[in-house]
């Protein structure tokens, strides 16, 4: 009787029972699948929305050495000979980038919306990058769109050198490929000849269709960025001593560029580290909340694996009186959780699959929305990743199965005599009123501590996701309590109805079984409805905020501007253009530069502060003492910040920053805070004639125009329209709703997640009473001998899930009031920095609660109609 | 003339073509345009030479080079011969300049050629002086320590593999070759260039090969030729050769193959005595060896046998032109077709070694058409 029994007695016992009722154990890899499947789809698609950002300028040049960037704003081309003259010699390639976002121009329909798609315009020196030593690549200017029918010596060097602006794109970027492109960049719609494909080497990525290329001189003068570079990319050459050239290397181009005063130095890589450092809080809340379905199966799983142990005492009675020992009941067991994790767990990563290529852009448009233009390709997932997804269903269920085997183990042989006898009341901890309240006095306790912090600025709530588990574990276990009051409040009625009379008895002792359903349920519910507290609360505050900051009628950006990260313009001509129009009152203009601050990405922005109408438009968290940063004679050292800034950066009001500008670094002083639900980057927001100065550009971010009274907005923005193509122009109410809508695609995502939480916990209650009732053969029976009709024992099924489903639905919402609270002002607040003000969806809340209740109902009743049709005695 | 280079495969059409230029055949008597039909400048007969001045660079002019080649010799016996090129080529507009640069390592002991090539347009990465000689392309330069001495330092190398860190300083004067500051090269009036050569440059320094530095000392050749013609059409390639004599002379020839696989009249082969005079001699050229390209398929006369008349004896002399290593092929594709630049030694007939040279063999490569 040693471990060689287990295939036998697998075959013989749990193969014969899965044989027997298949459909039950179908459901139960379903759930566990459904579980792993939204895991691996977040996962998926996290990963993809990060693996789409990088460089590219690996496309054409491999992978860099080292490249430098500003600490703000461009770097002055003159540096070129400079860093040349500094390498003394040195074989190293130094390649100079711009890099520029630009996006089709709109087109009738969509030209009022944001989230169009958005390219990336790289410019390179193309003449240059031939050096590389990159022998598979074929040079671009001889290159034609016809080039790839034809031979390509055909092409003429010297017309397509000097053909003007020109872009090579991707070989997925459209077929056949289009003669020309238009592309709004700035505020100007530019048409350029499509020269050809970008050539790629077998080892380069290939390049992504989103990504064109332009020769560096080119796009500098289209996008306004003459003698101007975004980046300089380093490769020394192959050859001896790399490792030693290359620290070198890095040492001088450090010491060149004062230490990050003039320009940063990274490795490669280090942008896409950044933008997973930006994006990783997003992407770990993505995945707990993907978690949910999980976290409902594992309760399922339990219980259906508990319901197994009862109903297969009477075999494990007959196993263990002939013998087997207690060891290798409960290895059977065990194996048994094991083969139904590992069918989930497989099963779950074809349906996550499926799946991520949904989640995928619906994860995408928010880190478009929120960080910064991505290009999700396609998610795929790594062999690490199918191991992960198999091991997570195979350690759910045997987490799950571990009770019930221990359970099945110290089955006595004598229980075979009590055929029928009261189910188990469950684990013991289950039923602990102590050990409910321990876990939510556990949970107060974790919601009391500070977020982990990650390099980037970006913060992780660990502790207000551990209290938030430690509440929906506690809230389980004391939900079950209210079963029994409920069915004494309840009694009354039910002594005139007797199938509601058989219900009630049933929920005055809960079973284990009850509770766990319960538990489950009320997990579901709790998540689901804490969820929309949280989504109801963010949206109040971010209409009371767009209500507050949009007063203009017009809005206007560059519709080149798609993402939070585009530096698209409007040029300083077109600015005071819209200013001066004659219908025009009133224009607010914004600059926005993206700035690193200590290495952590932010914005630093400037308004007229002077402007007497600015300051009614700034939502205060934290207003300032006084008036002197509105007065220009007293505000050159001062700033507001966002919300989100002094959470980032652990800064607040009268402390002092050291910003990075093209004019050298500034020291300002935090006159006050401001709410910006717009950008999780957090802002810096100073006088616009100094940011200006510092960064010698007049160009504006946005203009804001409020119009003459008897002026009408919509017909203003016609006739801007037609002006300037290349602008997005919103009317107030228009940019309201958009800024809504983006807030609630945002979310989109979330509330697939608790769709499908809600829709396993139901499962679980069908599985739940399924399990009950043929626990209650005999009870069956013996009603049916008393005269009970189907419809009635149906009845009496379906009034003990629906108190099941009242009872879970109470507690959940109890538990979603104080899941919302926590996700507001701890996992919100720690995550984003943003101070949200509570609100109560009670519409949603209730239409939840009615639903659950209904279809708890009508499970149970359907659950209920197919009981009373089970024969009397049968394996099950 | 050492004016060199290769036809250039479509890719850059222009750049290499146009450094076919100088070798039209020698005509006459036609007195100089100002300009080409397409506005670029003419040599004029008669030119003063200005210096450093007309070291630097001749913008006005579509094309010029500067070309050093060179012996080296390390203290324990390693000989290296080295080759470093400048090139400039304005766009047909006028609107930029193109600047390819080569460079090449022929380590004779263990027979390994290194080389690289560089194209960058004009900026901020290539340039070229129109004051002095101060050449950059990449993180290769050629420019006057000392203008006056004439002193120059060459930076360069062949990835990191290979480093340049060179002195060179003439060991005898400028020679202007050509008659009346122009040398002619070809039938067209346009066809003619400034042919400027350091025949004699001492040259030291240190060279990286690997993990290791090299002091070196030796000799090198510079030509610099500013020009603006056309190609003939009728030439297919050149020889060319240039020799160190250890009696302190130099020895410059070349010959220009046209289609049906003759002489072009252009062809010559010129002396420089000890004292920097030059003298034009008769040739014959006779090839002993060629090798076949495993790169490119090209196939190289890469031993050959020259007769000619020295002027110093006025008696003929035959001198037999051997690679130090066959395997001395450019097979870069940046700027042209391949082509065979390699160190040699000159020895007689007996087998006595009379010098060093470096010959250039051009529009072997299979795939060339013109």
Redesign the interface.
């Known amino acids: 009787m040693r471990s060689s029994l287990t295939p036998f007695l697998l075959r013989r016992f749990t193969l014969r029972h899965w044989r027997l009722a298949p459909k039950q154990s179908a459901l139960l890899v379903l759930i566990l699948a459904l579980g792993v499947a939204v895991f691996v789809a977040v996962r998926l698609a996290n990963r993809a929305a990060v693996a789409s950002f990088s460089n590219f300028t690996e496309t054409l040049t491999g992978q860099s050495d080292w490249s430098i960037q500003a600490p703000a704003g461009t770097l002055p081309?003159s540096i070129?000979?400079e860093l040349?003259d500094a390498?003394d010699?040195?074989?190293?390639?130094?390649v100079p980038v711009v890099e520029v976002t630009a996006s089709p121009p709109p087109s009738p329909g969509n030209e009022n919306k944001f989230g169009r798609p958005s390219y990336t315009l790289l410019g390179v020196?193309l003449?240059?990058v031939?050096?590389l030593?990159r022998?598979q690549d074929k040079?671009f200017?001889?290159q034609s769109v016809d080039s790839r029918n034809s031979d390509a010596?055909t092409?003429?060097?010297?017309k397509s050198?000097?053909a003007g602006p020109q872009v090579w794109v991707s070989r997925d970027f459209a077929d056949p490929l289009p003669a020309h492109i238009d592309l709004v960049i700035d505020e100007s719609v530019r048409t350029v000849p499509v020269a050809g494909i970008i050539p790629s080497a077998p080892d380069a990525p290939r390049a992504p269709p989103t990504l064109m290329i332009l020769d560096l001189a080119q796009l500098q003068k289209l996008s306004g960025k003459t003698g101007r570079i975004d980046r300089v990319e380093f490769l020394?050459?192959?050859?001896?001593?790399?490792d030693e050239?290359r620290a070198e290397l890095q040492t001088l181009l450090v010491d060149l560029g004062r230490h990050g005063e003039r320009w940063s130095v990274s490795a490669p890589g280090a942008k896409r580290d950044s933008a997973e450092a930006m994006t990783r809080a997003f992407r770990l809340n993505l995945t707990i909340l993907s978690l949910i379905a999980l976290l409902v199966g594992l309760y399922l799983i339990f219980q259906a694996l508990d319901g197994a142990v009862v109903r297969r005492r009477p075999e494990i009675a007959i196993l263990r009186s002939l013998g087997v020992e207690e060891s290798a009941i409960r290895r059977v067991w065990l194996w048994e959780s094991a083969l139904l994790g590992l069918a989930g767990g497989a099963l779950g990563l074809l349906l996550g699959w499926a799946g991520a290529q949904i989640a995928v852009r619906a994860v995408g448009q928010t880190v478009n929305a929120l960080y910064y233009s991505t290009t999700v390709a396609s998610a795929t997932p790594a062999p690490s990743e199918i191991a992960l997804s198999i091991a997570l269903g195979l350690v759910a269920a045997l987490a799950a199965g571990w009770w019930p085997a221990r359970e099945a183990a110290r089955t006595p042989p004598a229980q075979v005599l009590q055929r029928g006898a009261a189910p188990a009341a469950g684990h013991r901890v289950m039923r602990s009123l102590g050990f409910g309240l321990a876990f939510i006095l556990a949970g107060i306790l974790c919601a009391q501590l500070p977020p982990l912090r990650f390099d980037g600025g970006s913060r992780f709530p660990f502790a207000g996701y551990a209290a938030a588990f430690l509440w929906i574990f506690g809230a389980g276990i004391l939900c079950a309590f209210l079963l029994p009051p409920f069915a004494r409040l309840a009694r009354g009625w039910g002594t005139r109805f007797a199938p509601a009379s058989v219900a009630l008895s049933h929920l005055r002792a809960p079973s284990g079984r009850h509770r766990l359903a319960a538990a489950a349920l009320l997990c579901a519910i709790g998540m689901t409805a804490g969820m929309a507290i949280l989504v109801a609360s963010f949206e109040t505050t971010m209409q009371g905020w767009v209500k507050r900051t949009l007063q203009a009628d017009l809005y206007i950006a560059s519709s080149g501007a798609q993402s939070a990260s585009s530096q698209n313009r409007i040029s300083a001509s077109a600015a005071q253009a819209l200013a001066g129009h004659p219908a025009v009152e009133r224009a607010a203009m914004l600059v926005a530069y993206p700035i690193s601050l200590d290495g952590i990405p932010t914005l630093l922005s400037g308004v007229d502060l002077t402007d007497p109408a600015t300051r009614p438009d700034l939502p205060w968290v934290k207003a300032p003492r006084d008036n002197s940063v509105f007065d220009p004679a007293l505000n050159a050292g001062l700033a507001l910040v966002s919300e989100s800034f002094t959470e980032r950066f652990r800064l607040t009001q009268g402390d002092t920053l050291t910003v990075p500008t093209p004019a050298g670094p500034k020291s300002l002083t935090i006159a006050g805070v401001f709410a910006d639900y717009g950008n999780e980057r957090g802002s810096i927001l100073a006088d616009l004639p100094k940011i200006r100065a510092w960064f010698a550009d007049d160009a504006v971010t946005n203009v804001s125009l409020y119009v003459k009274p008897g002026v009408d907005a919509d017909t203003l923005r016609a006739e801007l329209i037609k002006t300037y193509p290349g602008l997005s122009i919103f009317t107030n109410a228009r940019l309201r709703s958009e800024v809504l809508r983006i807030f609630r695609q945002t979310f989109s995502i979330t509330y697939a997640l608790e769709v499908i939480g809600v829709a396993v916990a139901m499962t679980g209650l069908a599985l739940t009473l399924i399990s009950v009732l043929l626990d209650r053969r005999d009870e069956l029976t013996t009603l049916r001998a008393l005269g009970f009709r189907r419809r009635e024992i149906a009845l009496a099924a379906s009034i003990e899930g629906l108190a099941v489903s009242a009872c879970a639905t109470v507690g959940g919402l109890a538990l979603s009031g104080a899941l919302g609270w926590l996700l507001i002002h701890v996992i919100n607040k720690q995550s984003f920095g943003w101070t949200l003000t509570y609100a109560m969806p009670w519409g949603q809340l209730a239409a939840l609660a009615v639903i659950v209740m209904t279809t708890g109902w009508a499970v149970s009743y359907a659950v209920g109609l197919w009981g009373a049709d089970l024969p009397a005695d049968r394996e099950e | 003339m050492a004016a060199k280079r290769r036809k250039m495969r479509k890719k850059i059409p222009h750049l290499l073509f146009l450094l076919f230029a100088s070798f039209a055949p020698l005509c006459g008597q036609t007195s100089a345009p100002l300009t080409t039909a397409d506005g670029f400048a003419v040599p004029q007969p008669g030119h003063i030479f200005t210096f450093p001045r007309d070291h630097g660079s001749h913008p006005e002019f579509k094309i010029e080079w500067w070309y050093l080649t060179g012996h080296l010799f390390a203290k324990d016996g390693r000989r290296f011969g080295y080759q470093a090129t400048f090139f400039r080529s304005a766009a047909p507009d006028k609107s930029t300049h193109l600047h390819l640069a080569h460079m090449a390592l022929i380590d004779v002991a263990t027979g390994k050629f290194h080389h690289q090539e560089r194209l960058n347009r004009e900026g901020w990465d290539a340039r070229s002086s129109t004051t002095t000689l101060d050449l950059h392309n990449g993180p290769w330069s050629l420019r006057f320590l000392d203008a006056t001495a004439e002193r120059m330092s060459l930076r360069g190398g062949i990835r990191a593999d290979v480093g340049f860190n060179f002195t060179l300083s003439p060991a005898k004067p400028l020679v202007v070759f050509g008659e009346n500051s122009v040398s002619r090269k070809g039938s067209a009036p346009t066809a003619a260039s400034y042919y400027l050569t350091f025949t004699r440059l001492r040259t030291e320094g240190v060279l990286t090969l690997g993990t290791e530095s090299i002091a070196v000392n030796g000799e090198s050749w510079m030509d610099h030729e500013i020009s603006s013609s056309q190609l003939d059409q009728n030439q297919i390639g050149w020889d060319w050769v240039s020799i160190h004599f250890t009696d302190g002379r130099e020895l410059m020839f070349y010959r220009l193959r046209l289609r049906d696989g003759s002489s072009d009249a252009a062809s010559s082969l010129t002396w420089v005595d000890a004292a920097g005079r030059t003298q034009k001699s008769n040739f014959k050229l006779d090839v002993v060896e060629t090798w076949k390209s495993p790169a490119t398929g090209a196939v190289y006369p890469i031993r050959v046998r020259l007769t000619t008349t020295d002027p110093s004896t006025g008696k003929p002399i035959t001198l037999h032109v051997e690679p130090l290593a066959k395997k001395q092929e450019l097979t870069g594709n940046l700027g042209g077709i391949p082509y065979w630049e390699g160190a040699c030694r000159i020895l007689d007939d007996s087998g006595r070694e009379l010098g060093n040279a470096y010959m250039e063999l051009t529009g072997y490569a299979k795939d060339l058409k013109l």
């Open positions: 081309e070129l000979p040349r390498l010699g040195r074989p190293v390639h130094i020196d003449l240059s031939a050096n030593a022998p040079p200017f001889n010596d092409g003429d060097f010297w050198f000097n020394i050459e192959p050859g001896p001593r790399a050239r």
